[in-house]
């Protein structure tokens, strides 16, 4: 009990500054902490010895949580995620030669013409996503 209370006094002073930046319970804590968090991936990036690693992984981690708690996700169709996935990709038509031709990639995008199985299964391998995605 003696060393809980020892941790407690000696984490109390450091609580009170940290407190604000990592507790996410309401829409503008969790706007603040998405700002943050962008802030920090811009600074640390992918970089695991940066001394700031550690306060960006959790603090994703506490965004993640709100997220899959309290934001809902509009639904998208299949197509729909494609063309994100190729935006977020700078994917053209033509870079998808899984699909077919760009004459078919572009059918598909168009609604003129849906995804088949084998189409659906390369587009998750390829953009490492379930393939539900595109269903």
Do not use: C
Not at 25 to 41: I, K, M, P
Not at 42 to 66: F, I, Q, R, S, W
């Amino acid at each position: 009990m003696e060393e809980v209370k020892k941790f407690s006094e000696a984490v109390q002073p450091y609580w009170t500054v940290m407190e604000p930046v990592l507790t996410v319970r309401s829409e503008a804590d969790y706007d603040r902490a998405v700002a943050r968090l962008n802030e920090l991936l811009d600074e640390v990036g992918d970089d695991a010895t940066h001394p700031l690693y550690g306060l960006l992984d959790t603090l994703g981690t506490l965004v993640h949580a709100y997220e899959v708690e309290q934001v809902e996700m509009p639904a998208a169709t299949g197509v729909e995620a494609l063309q994100y996935l190729m935006e977020e990709h700078g994917l053209t038509q033509s870079d998808l030669p899984e699909i077919g031709s760009q004459g078919v990639v572009s059918e598909i995008l168009h609604g003129k013409r849906r995804l088949n199985i084998r189409q659906i299964r390369a587009l998750g391998e390829r953009f490492g996503v379930s393939p539900a995605v595109f269903i």
